[in-house]
């Protein structure tokens, strides 16, 4: 019988001795190449934060009127007699932070549910661009909402005697509604990816229809919905623009959230727009916050990923 090289070249069609070799793109190199650029510079960006923040605070550890224990543990944070406890400032951070969360995470759930389990095509198509009209407003339009008509809705359900002014109970909630289209959006998103044959597979069995949510869908959806509420938390601790607005203006160490406060974020504002000299210690010091900033949303990153890797559902 005659070879395969024969019986080819007896079919009349060229014979290939080279091989099979990979063509070249020249536009998936482009694009290629676009997203290597993109990376890089995303890496190289974050690391010149660092170095710089990094840089700046390590002038403020290195005055002698600052002990870096005393800047972790101190409850009072007073510069123009060199006390530079962060308590203060994280506390009333940490506290509006949990009461956005408290507002954002249950009605952003609520929302994700409804949109991707009951809403039909009509309806989903017209609020959700609804809803993520509040994440393309202006921060400080939020921050003013909060002053003019969360505060004195306040005060007038609980006493103008318990609640003042500036307080982090109206900068938290405001800054709730600021953080729920996001959670809606990214648990939503979540909750469309798990398949459609597990929610059929639930119906089959009898299941009702909250029973396949509640026990299947969002289960099945658990480590998109972490990494949407981990995402909201490190939004709401760098927030800045609700809070300088509403919050207040001075350190105060206090756990009342009807109280004036001062969050990290806010007190840079003020500290940053003020007649300062660079390279004085109380320059110097919103670098050493900002480096805690960044520490903070560093570590609920690892966080995020790590439930993540822990939850992931993958279906074939």
Avoid: C
């Amino acid at each position: 019988m005659p070879g395969k090289k024969e019986a080819a070249q007896g079919t009349g069609y060229p014979v290939r001795k080279e091989g099979l070799r990979k063509r070249r793109r020249v536009g998936e190199t482009i694009i290629q190449s676009l997203l290597f650029f993109a990376g890089f510079f995303s890496i190289f960006t974050t690391l010149g934060i660092v170095y710089e923040l990094g840089k700046e605070a390590l002038l403020f550890f290195r005055t002698p009127e600052v002990d870096p224990w005393e800047f972790l543990t101190g409850t009072s944070w007073q510069p123009h007699i060199n006390e530079f406890g962060i308590l203060p400032l994280a506390t009333s951070t940490f506290i509006t932070s949990l009461i956005a969360m408290t507002i954002a995470i249950p009605l952003g759930m609520a929302a994700a549910i409804y949109l991707s389990e009951y809403a039909s095509h009509k309806v989903r198509r017209t609020l959700k661009p609804i809803l993520e009209i509040l994440a393309g407003l202006p921060t400080i339009v939020y921050g003013y909402f909060a002053l003019m008509f969360v505060t004195p809705l306040l005060r007038s359900l609980f006493g103008n005697d318990v609640v003042q002014i500036y307080n982090m109970a109206s900068g938290g909630l405001v800054m709730g509604i600021l953080i729920l289209p996001l959670i809606a959006s990214m648990s939503e998103d979540a909750l469309n990816a798990v398949p459609r044959a597990l929610r059929e597979a639930a119906y089959g069995l009898g299941a009702t229809k909250l029973e396949v949510v509640l026990k299947v869908v969002v289960p099945a959806a658990l480590s998109g919905i972490a990494a949407a509420i981990i995402v909201g938390i490190s939004r709401a601790i760098g927030e800045t623009m609700i809070v300088a607005v509403s919050v207040g203006a001075g350190p105060n160490f206090t756990f009342n959230p009807f109280q004036s406060a001062e969050t990290m974020t806010g007190h840079i504002v003020r500290i940053s727009g003020g007649d300062l000299s660079y390279d004085s210690i109380d320059y110097n010091s919103i670098f050493a916050i900002g480096l805690l900033l960044f520490f903070i949303t560093l570590t609920l990153n690892i966080v995020s990923q790590r439930i993540v890797r822990r939850f992931r559902e993958v279906y074939e």
